[in-house]
């Protein structure tokens, strides 16, 4: 088992910066493959980004790349995504996923979810 608990979201203005992180315990997280994915309010969860368990492989929804990064530090048990140039449209909740030796765009591949956390931008 792997619990995944997200922080950072919050209530940004548009063009600001936010980093969120996603917090594993449980089983060794550097075997896990790690993704961010959105909701927003009426619509289907949206991939956002993902990384691969050594973190050499990265993946980004065409709607964030050039905007957002992902990262991880497995000594820390922990993967962040910077994001940037937030738009208004960037507002959802934001959830963290994972699953062993896994890296996908599609949420179906994911086990293991987190809570997640709120990003509001205003325009």
């Known amino acids: 088992q792997v619990q995944l608990v997200e922080s950072g979201g919050g209530l940004v203005q548009a063009g600001d910066s936010l980093r969120l992180s996603c917090a594993a315990s449980?089983?060794?997280?550097?075997?896990?493959?790690a993704g961010w994915f959105r909701q927003a309010p009426g619509k289907e969860r949206e991939f956002v980004a993902a990384?691969?368990?050594?973190?050499?492989?990265?993946y980004y929804g065409d709607s964030v790349k050039g905007r957002f990064t992902i990262s991880r530090d497995n000594a820390k048990n922990t993967v962040y995504l910077q994001m940037n140039s937030l738009k208004p449209e960037d507002t959802a909740v934001y959830y963290c996923a994972a699953n062993y030796r896994t890296v996908s765009t599609d949420k179906e591949k994911y086990s293991y979810w987190g809570q997640g956390t709120q990003v509001t931008v205003s325009s």
């Open positions: 449980g089983r060794t997280f550097s075997s896990y493959g």
């Open positions: 990384i691969s368990w050594s973190g050499g492989n990265t």
